[in-house]
């Protein structure tokens, strides 16, 4: 393979335009002829109009990617030699890898792929899933011989949404191709729109391996950090104070307890997990941590009852403000967040809860959880007020006028650290 020749020759198609796609298509298409494809019509006539839900891709970049453009219509794959799938790959309510996008776009790309193309998986799975569930499905719809008459490759997401620092070409590439050659060509695409650089691995397995490694690793350290903070709540020693001790030592990881929640650190672990009780191991590091993470919604709850009844406020038929429902500060993204747990637990405790989140879509709230945040809080209409994410109004508010809107007697709980020290009745 000529490498020179082949990038020159890439047609780029991303199939998926969410937190991942769309900012790689902008990317690509700076440089590459590239389409955007995704089976969202209104998101496609979003884009079209310069406009991104996401709030990831500002109108301007758009324009300046040149080569790009968008669609939902199949026929307009076909032209593509170079397909990158970022869909997402979440869990199902048994914590089990839900394949299902993935799955759908392999039998769309059956349809469009031709000898010689290349097909570039980024979604997050567990080592092998791409060569063992998504290859086949290509085969079998195309009628083509994989790693004879089309390719495979995989260069796992590393997109942080609502971070304006790391974007996705300041953040090193991991990348890996079905072939050498390919694993070679795959490579040096990536390498020509990531400014920051590529790491090139000797099988897609271990691209894999690598990607679902990295948020396993992050949920573990969390797990452990929230498990202190409940240790330390026990012992009446403030958690943060302890970690700002510790973080003297160079090589103190600097964790903060926490929900954990998202698309990513929330999941992955379990597509890891997944794939260790397939071969026969039982994962009990990952999975103790996993248990730790998806119950500290009830532990805030419950903390904040507690809290309640010691100021000698009446929690049931109490009304509590959250503010923050989206998974992380400063994004609009709402998918698999933990504060629904907050909010399930105390409905059981008969609180009304009250969901304030400058950032979150009303209509994709109401269509995931039944939940419609409120236009704005009351003012002295809550008897307890939890700071669940750090979005960075709610930093600029400060503690007088976040207090403003409790009854006179309130507990406000700090759940981000958002506040000084003293300033909030409890903190995580």
Sequence with gaps: MDITTSLKESRVAIIGLGYVGLPLAVEFGKQYPTLGFDINVKRIAQLNDSVDTTREVEPEQLRLAKQLTFSCELEQLRDSNVYIVTVPTPIDNQHCPNLEPLIRASQTLGQVVKRGDVVIYESTVYPGATEE????????????????????????????????????NSIR????????????????????????????????????AAKVI?????????ALINELAMIFNRLDIDTEEVLQA??????????????????????????????????????????SGRRINDGMGAYVAG???KQMIKQRIHAQ?????????????????????????????????????????????????????GIRPVDAPEECAYDAMILAVAHREFHDLG?????SWGKPQHVLYDLKYMLSNGDADLRL
């Design 303 to 305: 903390q904040l009852v």
């Design 317 to 369: 038929g109490s009304r509590v403000l959250v503010l923050g429902l989206t998974f992380k500060e400063n994004c609009p993204d709402l998918r698999n967040t933990r504060v629904i747990d907050i909010i399930h637990e105390l409905a059981d405790f008969n609180v009304c809860v009250d969901v304030y989140d400058p950032h979150a879509d009303i209509d994709e709230a109401v269509r995931r959880y």
């Design 214 to 222: 990295e948020n396993t690793q992050r949920d573990v350290n969390i």
């Design 246 to 287: 510790a973080g003297t030592k160079w090589n103190f990881l600097p964790f903060r307890p926490g929900l954990v929640g998202g698309h990513c650190i929330g999941v992955d672990p379990y597509y890891l997990t997944h794939k260790a009780q397939q071969v026969g191991y039982h994962p009990e590091v990952i999975l």
């Design 173 to 208: 590439k991991v990348t890996s191709g079905s072939t050498p050659e390919i694993a070679a060509f795959v490579d040096a695409l990536y390498s020509s729109i990531i400014t920051a650089g590529t790491f090139s691995t000797s099988s897609i397995r271990v691209a894999e």
């Design 399 to 403: 503690t007088a006028r976040i207090r």
């Design 133 to 168: 569930e998504c290859i086949p499905i290509i085969e079998h719809v195309s009628g083509l011989t994989y790693n004879v008459d089309f390719f495979a490759g995989y260069s796992p997401e590393r997109i942080n949404p609502g971070d304006r620092e790391h974007r996705v």
